[in-house]
């Protein structure tokens, strides 16, 4: 079983960054797909950014040029680096890994969500 913990978040003011971190058990991490999600209240949890095994990564539409994805597997982490925030991106961020096997259904996994708060 791979845990996944965040950290980072908290409260902000508009325009302000915050850097979030997912750290990750387990000898596999390299071989994960890692992504971002966020949910706000009355929501539903929505994909903000996602990096492959092999390092590519896009964004929803919403973020791009304000956040980047980024990971360190010497250290089991993926990062979300968040500029310019803005009150809506306000929400709980998971972190979430997809481990795919070769024969297996996809093995995927959650953190406990970290709150962004971008408020003034």
């Known amino acids: 079983q791979v845990q996944l913990v965040e950290s980072g978040g908290g409260l902000v003011q508009p325009g302000g960054s915050l850097r979030l971190s997912c750290a990750a058990s387990?000898?596999?991490?390299?071989?994960?797909?890692m992504g971002w999600y966020r949910q706000a209240p009355g929501k539903q949890r929505e994909l903000v950014a996602f990096i492959n095994n092999g390092g590519s990564s896009n964004y929803d539409d919403s973020v791009k040029g304000r956040f980047t994805i980024s990971r360190d597997n010497a250290k089991n982490t993926v990062y979300l680096q968040m500029n310019m925030l803005k009150p809506e991106d306000t929400a709980v961020y998971y972190c979430?890994?997809?481990?795919?096997?070769?024969?297996?259904?996809?093995?995927?996994?959650w953190g406990q969500g970290t709150q962004v708060t971008v408020s003034s």
């Open positions: 979430n890994a997809v481990h795919m096997i070769k024969g297996w259904a996809p093995l995927n996994y």
């Open positions: 387990g000898s596999f991490f390299s071989d994960y797909h």
